[in-house]
C-alpha cells in the first residue's frame, strides 16, 4: 500500500524557517518524481514544487522561487522542503505527492505550516 | 503561466441525477509526446484530493465508472452519471504539461 507521511509543519514567524519531511512506503520510491502542493484555509490547491525522480532537476512556482528548496534522500525514501524567508501567504496544509502518468496519483495528509508573528 | 479555468463553481446536484464540469486550460494542453496531461481531482470535506481521472479520460484504480473525462486541447469535461452522497466534495482539474503547474479554481458539488 502506497503511503506517504508528512511531517514538520507548525507555527513560524515570518521571515523564519521550517523544514518539511515525508516519508514515502509501499512503492519504489526512486523510480517517481515528487512533488509538493500547498492549500491556504478555505482555498484551493496550489503547486509548489516538483522532483525528478533522479533528483537532477527541480522547479518551483514563482511564489516560493528563491525561498524554498526540495530535495530527496532515496536512502531513506523521504522527501523534503526546506522552507526560508517565510511569510503570512506562506501559511497553509503542506501535501507530498508521488507523481505518475503526468500528475499527483497518491498524496499524503497533509502538514500544517502557519506563519504569524 | 496557463490558467485554468473551471466552470460552475457550485455545483447542486440531485441524488441520482448527472452532473458535469468544465475546464478550459488558456494554452494547449498535448505535450511534444503526443500525451495531453490533464487530471481530475476530489477532494472530500476534511480529506486530502484524489486523483479521479489522468490524461483527460483515464480512470485511476479504484474510482467508480459513473466518473468519467473528456476532452482536448484547451477544453475538458468531467461528468458524473449519477450522482451518489459521497461525491460532495470539491473537484478541481490540473495541467501536467506546462510549467509551473496549474490547478482549476475548484467546484464545489453539493447535494440538492
Known amino acids: 500500500e502506497v503511503q506517504l507521511l508528512e511531517s514538520g509543519g507548525g507555527l513560524a514567524q515570518p521571515g523564519g524557517s521550517l523544514r518539511l519531511s515525508c516519508i514515502a512506503s509501499?512503492?519504489?520510491?526512486?523510480?517517481?518524481?515528487m512533488k509538493w502542493v500547498r492549500q491556504a484555509p478555505g482555498k484551493g490547491l496550489e503547486w509548489v514544487s516538483t522532483?525528478?525522480?533522479?533528483?537532477?532537476?527541480?522547479y518551483y512556482a514563482n511564489s516560493v522561487k528563491g525561498r524554498f528548496t526540495i530535495s530527496r534522500d532515496s536512502s531513506k525514501n523521504t522527501l523534503y522542503l526546506e522552507m526560508n524567508g517565510l511569510r503570512a501567504d506562506d501559511t497553509a496544509v503542506y501535501f507530498c505527492?508521488?507523481?505518475?502518468?503526468?500528475?499527483?496519483?497518491?498524496w499524503g495528509q497533509g502538514t500544517l505550516v502557519t506563519v504569524s508573528s | 503561466d496557463v490558467v485554468m479555468t473551471q466552470s460552475p463553481l457550485s455545483l447542486p446536484v440531485t441524488l441520482g441525477q448527472p452532473a458535469s464540469i468544465s475546464c478550459t486550460s488558456s494554452?494547449?494542453?498535448?505535450?511534444?509526446?503526443?500525451?495531453?496531461?490533464l487530471n481530475w481531482f476530489q477532494q472530500r470535506p476534511g480529506q486530502s484530493p484524489r486523483r479521479l481521472i489522468y490524461?483527460?479520460?483515464n480512470r485511476d484504480s479504484g474510482v467508480p465508472d459513473r466518473f468519467s473525462g473528456s476532452g482536448s486541447g484547451t477544453d475538458f469535461t468531467l461528468k458524473i452519471s449519477r450522482v451518489e452522497a459521497e461525491d460532495v466534495g470539491v473537484y478541481y482539474c490540473?495541467?501536467?504539461?506546462?510549467?509551473?503547474?496549474?490547478f482549476g479554481q475548484g467546484t464545489k458539488l453539493e447535494i440538492k
Open positions: 490540473m495541467q501536467g504539461t506546462h510549467w509551473p503547474r496549474t
Open positions: 509501499g512503492f519504489s520510491f526512486s523510480d517517481h518524481d
Open positions: 490524461k483527460v479520460s
Open positions: 505527492a508521488r507523481r505518475w502518468a503526468g500528475g499527483p496519483d497518491y
Open positions: 494554452q494547449s494542453l498535448m505535450y511534444s509526446d503526443g500525451n495531453t496531461y
Open positions: 522532483l525528478t525522480r533522479s533528483g537532477d532537476k527541480t
